[in-house]
């Protein structure tokens, strides 16, 4: 079981309050801000609405059937999955850090996102709502990626509106792998299961460390666009993050990303590996 990292008892502070840490630089010196930069990152697998076997989650070979799991049909009515990895890059100087806890205002639990500085201080600020996930089996903060499928021709250029929407937004962002994938001695700092006394639920923290990806391969649970109806063609797969601009980015003007593909049948190919949009 990974490792959650362990944060001493001011990882929650008050909504607006600055910490000071040891070590700060002399007065006078300029502080620069760390901020994230989300990307969101061209998908590393897609597949079709085919029926197969598979095995995500450690769990004892579920059935795809037309590219959805049981527990997909049963919750959302899908039908025809199309399935894709759904990766998050953070090319920023600082983390993506989210703190849950519950806000007893608002009578759920809540993210905050910690935006540290170069001086050492950092500054707590409600980000978004967060929600349970039944099969993840922990929280996902919400607001974080939408997906989109449009028509288009061969070169990707779109044609009318989008034809299919992606149904999950939520993600439990945590270090996956580094986005350089030759820095073989990166050490993972956040993770969404551990083993500590803290669990899985309000208290947590997670977030992505400055350089690292999270990755959603495409057999997890709810990661798919539902495609019944739509027929063979060339189709355009935008990934757009943090629409509603609930996070503190270093750069908010980069958070699309589109790759072209084609469904023929039960297969979907990736034609153009390159994100464009």
Not at 232 to 258: H, Q, S, T, W
């Amino acid at each position: 079981m990974r490792k959650l990292l362990i944060v001493g008892t001011a990882c929650i502070v008050a909504l607006g309050s600055m910490t000071a840490a040891p070590g700060s630089p002399r007065p006078g010196t300029k502080v620069k801000a760390l901020a994230p930069d989300l990307v969101p990152l061209p998908p590393e697998q897609i597949n079709g609405p085919t029926t197969e076997v598979v095995v995500p989650l450690g769990v004892d070979a579920p059935l795809i059937v037309d590219g959805c799991f049981l527990d997909e049909r049963i919750r959302k009515g899908a039908q025809r999955c199309l399935r894709f990895d759904g990766i998050v890059g953070n090319q920023g100087a600082g983390p993506l850090e989210l703190a849950y806890t519950l806000d007893s205002t608002r009578r759920m639990v809540v993210a905050q996102q910690r935006i540290f500085n170069s001086d050492g201080t950092y500054k707590d600020r409600f980000a978004t709502s967060t929600e349970y996930h039944p099969t993840h089996l922990h929280f996902h903060v919400q607001d974080f990626y939408v997906a989109s499928l449009w028509r288009s021709s061969a070169e990707g250029e779109r044609a009318g509106l989008p034809v299919a929407h992606g149904d999950k937004s939520g993600f439990c962002p945590e270090d996956s792998a580094p986005i350089d994938t030759e820095d073989k001695d990166a050490s993972r700092y956040y993770s969404c299961f551990t083993e500590d006394e803290r669990g899985v639920g309000p208290n947590q923290v997670v977030g992505i460390s400055a350089g690292w990806k999270d990755i959603y391969r495409w057999e997890l649970p709810d990661q798919f666009v539902e495609i019944t109806g739509i027929p063979d063609g060339f189709y355009v797969l935008e990934i757009e993050l943090d629409p509603n601009n609930v996070f503190v980015e270093a750069n908010e003007r980069n958070n699309k990303m589109c790759v072209v593909l084609e469904l023929a049948g039960s297969d979907a190919t990736l034609l153009d590996p390159q994100p464009r949009c």
